[in-house]
């Protein structure tokens, strides 16, 4: 598949720049790769993204899976003319984590004019399955 992205020249290092001062700094968010048509995000599983049981807590990975997924429906759009927000996501939590690191991959499911879906799978650092999420953005005119 070719690249997806609309804008060029974006580095994880400027995406991360992105995350200051918002939930995704908050949550230790860090973009650490982009692809032609995914990217991939790490964040650590400690007391800050933490459930009171001391297991990834599933916000977290629901946030984690947010970000991805809207950074990657703002990649592929011209945010001169449009902007994107998200207007459903779900995620099925299928194996817990208490310390270490989950990475987010998303991946397109469609991209069209008015949405598009994103497919984001949250591994551990033995590449199991700890989240599958499906995020649909809005793609709206400015």
Known sequence: MSA?????GISPEKLNTQLLNTLGETLGIKFIHIGD?????????????H????????????????????????LSIDPEKQLCVGIEINCNHVRGKKEGIVTARVEPLHI????????????????KLVCV?????????K
Do not use: F
Not at 38 to 44: F, Q, R, V
């Open 133 to 141: 999420s499906r995020l649909t953005c809005a793609i709206l005119k």
């Open 37 to 49: 048509n995914y990217l991939i995000a790490s964040m650590p599983v400690n007391s800050t993204t």
């Open 112 to 127: 069209g004019a008015t949405t598009h879906v994103w497919d984001i799978k949250i591994t551990d650092e033995r590449e």
């Open 51 to 74: 459930q009171p049981y001391g297991l990834l807590h599933g916000g977290a990975s629901a946030a984690l899976a947010e970000t991805v997924g809207s950074v990657a429906s703002w």
């Open 4 to 8: 997806i992205w609309k804008q060029y």
